[in-house]
């Protein structure tokens, strides 16, 4: 989003939701001229193979002049800011606005049928993850005796993340891979999920566990910064190698319990609440 004019047409502010934005020399102090760029993630430094090489090269280099000119860098946790500061000179210019589940994300009438268009099984949970991370998801599945329906599986990489699936004892027509899903067909699959499992560790703002929490499924996650800060007491945040016990807990005895945490926890988080807070950065300013 971007308010006002771009810096040198007479004075203006700019907020971008990413890190494209134009970054040029301006005079914020004399000419009210304002950048501020939001990053979301830092898989271009941390996991560098799970993005096409021209994404990691624009990030990194769209971050070098953030470093140059931006007046303020957004990122949406603590941890995300503190490992920022380890990879860029981005000093005090860091604010945290945290991110929300979409405006109005909620289940639809249709949910049942949008499942059945899906071929998603009757009895599953969600996995989210990079494709290092599912393994361990995939094994927790098994042990607890339910299928495993994976969001947001990179274009292709159905039958290597079947295998992993196999490999850590999921049997393949238990594992259903799905690539992007329209908002509609999303909070269907969530809504219908027995519990969601987020696998991965890397620094990104963690969207589907935000929607998770929003419908009150029970979450389970490897425990790492970013989950500290955004799911907190609102799920139950374990180690790779506990995550067997913890979903097999999610999904029979401790489903009631997180499901009203995660609710509960959800609640903290809205659009509303961050444009409050963005407003507030650009007055700083």
């Known amino acids: 989003m971007a308010f006002g004019f ?3 047409v007479g004075g203006g502010l700019i907020h971008a939701p990413t890190l494209m934005a134009p970054l040029v020399k301006h005079d914020r102090l004399h ?4 950048v501020a760029v939001t990053i979301w ?3 271009a430094w941390e996991a560098p193979e799970t993005l096409p090489k021209s994404t990691v090269a624009w990030q990194r280099g769209m971050l070098r002049r953030a470093v140059r000119y931006a007046d303020a860098v957004v990122v949406p946790s603590h941890a995300i800011a503190h490992r920022l500061g380890e990879i860029a000179k981005v000093g005090n210019r860091v604010r945290v606005i945290a991110g929300a589940a979409p405006e109005g994300f909620a289940v639809p009438t249709d949910a049942a049928g949008r499942r059945a268009d899906l071929t998603i ?3 599953y949970v969600v996995l989210v993850g990079t494709l290092a ?3 361990h998801g995939f094994r927790a599945a098994a042990a607890a005796g339910v299928d495993a329906v994976v969001l947001d599986a990179p274009e292709g990489s159905e039958p290597q993340l079947a295998e992993v699936a196999s490999a850590a004892g999921l049997p393949e027509r238990r594992a259903h891979i799905r690539g992007a899903l329209s908002v509609e067909d999303r909070s269907a699959v969530l809504a219908g999920a027995s519990a969601f499992v987020a696998t991965s560790s890397l620094g990104a703002w963690p969207w589907r566990a935000m929607e998770a929490m929003t419908l009150s499924v029970p979450i389970v996650a490897v425990d790492s910064g970013v989950h500290h800060d955004v799911i907190a007491e609102g799920g139950a945040l374990v180690s790779p190698g506990e995550l067997d016990e913890a979903l097999t807990d999610a999904v029979g005895t401790g489903a009631k319990r997180l499901s009203v945490l995660a609710g509960d926890r ?3 988080f809205s659009w509303a609440s961050s444009a409050e807070r963005v407003w507030a950065l650009h007055a700083d300013l």
């Open 266 to 268: 959800s609640r903290a």
């Open 121 to 123: 099984p009757e009895k």
């Open 31 to 34: 000419d009210h001229d304002q």
């Open 6 to 8: 771009a810096p040198g």
């Open 41 to 43: 993630d830092l898989l």
């Open 133 to 135: 991370s599912l393994e």
